[in-house]
Structures are given as C-alpha cells and as structure tokens.
C-alpha cells in the first residue's frame, strides 16, 4: 500500500523501498514504546541532554534499518556523536530525531520521529530544500505517519494490516485560530514575543500546545490552521531546535502543504547547512500566520 502510493506519487524505486523499511522502524518503535521503561539512560547525547532510555533504544531501531540498507549512504540522528557509515554505493543521506518530545514520554504525552532524506552522501553546504522526502510519526492513542516525497503531504495509520492511506493531500489552507507557542520563557527576555502572544489571547486564539512539536505540529496539519513559533532569544539565539533532524523535514512538509515556514528571515529551507549540530528559530504554519510572526519578531 505504502510502496504503490509513493511510486505514483513519482518516487525512484529506491526512495519509495527506503521509506517502506523507515515505516517498518516506525512499527517497531511503536510497538518498544508501549512497554520500553520510562527511565532515564543514564547517558547524555551529541548536545549535552540527559536521554531517556526510549531515546537511545529508537536510535538503536532505527541504526539497524538504516546501516543495513542498500540505498543509504550515510545516516545520523540527534542522539548520534558522528555520521554514521552506510552501505557502499548508497544514493540517500538520512537525518532524524529518533524520539522527539523525550521530556514528555514519563507523562504518556504523544512522542514522535522525524526524519529528512537528502539525495547523495554529503550534507553541509547544502540546505533544506534539497531533501528528496521527508516523514514524521505520531505515536499517540495511534501511530500515524506524514509523508511527502513532493508531491504533497499524506496521512497513513498503522493498522493491523500495515500502513493504511488515511488522508490524501493534506492543506494548510484553514482560517481557524490555533496557536502553539514554544519557549514561552523567551517572552521573559523577548518584549516584542510577549507583545505577540498577547495579540492571540485579545484575539481569542486557541492555545494548542503539549510541549511535543511533533504531535503540535501534527495539529495544525490535520486541522489545516494555525501556527508553531520556537523562537530565539538573547541568552539562546538560535533557539533550540536542530536543522538537520527537526526543523528542516517539518518545514519541507510544512510547505507541502502549501504552508510556510521562517527562521525570522528565510524559509527554513533555504538556510545554509553549516553543522550537523545546527539550530534555529523556526515558525511554521499557514502563510498568513508565518507572515505575523515575522512581522512581530523583528528583535
Ligand atoms: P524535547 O526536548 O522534549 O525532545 O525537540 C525538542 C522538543 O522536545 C520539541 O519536541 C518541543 O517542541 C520542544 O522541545 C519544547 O521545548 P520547550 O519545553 O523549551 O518549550
């Protein structure tokens, strides 16, 4: 179901095998999380961050699948030191963030992967928009999966029977006032962000936000509404989300949709890849709602 669908949506043979083994990981993941402990790792990753012992056992899962498979060239992940080395005469480079929303996971709030596919094996110099595809999970009540090999962005629920096409063509086309403000502590240091915030509470917005991007995120495409804002600020500038793992496959989505997505200055897919450790301010959302961030973050 999966392979036929994304073979009519136009993806090389290799691609749409590839993202039929990451939805196989997904599937494992989905079924580690619901009796994998809580706990902690007892370990840090690449950025200094205590893992949970989730974290590094997705990031297991999703080594295994990748080191082996014949079309990638190289891989790496949030949680990884160095890139990792895949099969000799691979043709994709594959970034992720094995579990994203690790703080949540103790509370049983929704957690995700996210991932991004570029063509070849070297990244840096690069940027976001040469992803060749690029998917998220949502492990809620249900697992879902979004992709889009660039033909759009599309909904699959993991049924008993594998992956099911559950939305087509998902829009960010709504009108419908949601908002989900990330680092609202920067409203603390951020006048012009606290001014901002203000704006959608006298406007009556309604606030969405779990502290997960990826199920907040989520949100905001099945109700084809809304905005994401992970802003900066002076003691941390580039905020803290990563380019590579986070912001660059959901802003390829995000804009798949017909969406938009902003650093403050450029779309996220236009910004330079310079690191594997990368961060940046991100909002994501309708192009309404990205155009009023940007119009208020001007610090
Ligand atoms: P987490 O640290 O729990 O993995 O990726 C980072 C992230 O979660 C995002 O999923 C989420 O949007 C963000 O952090 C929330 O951060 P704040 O608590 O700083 O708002």
Aim: with cysteine.
């Amino acid at each position: 179901m999966l392979f036929d669908f994304l073979q009519k949506q136009g993806a090389p043979q290799e691609l749409a095998e590839l993202i039929v083994e990451l939805g196989r990981a997904v599937e494992e993941i989905s079924g580690t999380i619901i009796h994998e402990s809580t706990g902690k790792a007892g370990t840090k990753n690449s950025f200094g961050e205590e893992q949970i012992a989730m974290d590094v056992e997705a990031d297991k899962i999703m080594a295994r699948y990748l080191s082996t498979n014949p079309y990638v060239a190289a891989y790496c992940s949030e949680e990884m030191d160095a890139i990792g080395k895949g099969t000799p005469g691979g043709i994709y480079s594959v970034f992720h963030d094995p579990i994203d929303g690790s703080s949540l996971f103790d509370v049983n709030f929704a957690v995700g992967t996210i991932i991004g596919i570029y063509e070849g094996a070297e990244v840096l110099g690069r940027t976001p928009r040469e992803q060749v595809a690029a998917l998220y999970a949502v492990y809620g009540p249900r697992t879902t999966l979004m992709v889009s090999v660039g033909q759009g962005v599309h909904e699959f629920l993991l049924t008993a029977e594998g992956w099911e096409l559950q939305e087509e063509a998902l829009e960010m086309k709504g009108d419908k006032k949601y908002f989900a403000p990330g680092n609202l502590r920067a409203t603390a240091e951020r006048p012009d962000y606290l001014e901002l915030v203000n704006w959608y509470i006298k406007e009556k917005y309604t606030l969405r936000y779990s502290g997960g991007m990826v199920p907040d995120v989520n949100h905001m495409f099945k109700k084809g509404s809304g905005v994401f804002i992970y802003p900066g600020m002076p003691s941390a500038p580039e905020g803290k989300l990563r380019i590579l793992y986070e912001c660059g496959p959901m802003a390829y989505l995000m804009e798949q949709a017909g969406g938009a997505s902003s650093n403050g200055e450029v779309s996220i897919l236009d910004v330079k890849i310079t690191g594997l450790t990368q961060r940046s301010p991100i909002y994501l959302g309708t192009p309404e709602e990205v155009k009023r961030v940007e119009s208020f973050l001007k610090q």
